[in-house]
Nanobody, 118 residues
């Protein structure tokens, strides 16, 4: 059974940090690019950060560059999102996605809520 389970969300004050994790099971994690998305209330889902299957390349939304870092541990089938200098506008449900474009496979987690507020 394929699963992507996000964790690490919660309430944090502006300027604080959180590390999100996404644990994968049921598929060949090391073959998949992994992407973090977020969806704020009343807004569309947006890409936050992505990482290639081997971890050799990453990309970020302009709004999080220099504050967020995506990484992965293929031995643990887990992808991370380190979020620093958090702002109220980072408040959203954060989702991870696994994508193997070559074979058209695509999996999503159910999300974890991040709230940035004083």
């Amino acid at each position: 059974q394929v699963q992507l389970v996000e964790s690490g969300g919660g309430l944090v004050q502006p300027g604080g940090s959180l590390r999100l994790s996404c644990a994968a099971s049921g598929f060949m994690f090391s073959m998949y690019a992994m992407i973090w998305y977020r969806q704020a209330p009343g807004k569309e889902r947006e890409l936050v950060a992505g990482i290639t299957s081997d971890g050799g390349s990453t990309n970020y939304a302009d709004s999080v560059k220099g504050r967020f870092t995506i990484s992965r541990d293929n031995a643990k089938n887990t992808v991370y999102l380190q979020m620093n200098s958090l702002r109220p506008e980072d408040t959203a449900v954060y989702y991870c996605r696994g994508r193997w474009a070559l074979i058209g496979m695509d999996y999503w987690g159910k999300g974890t809520l991040v709230t940035v507020s004083s």
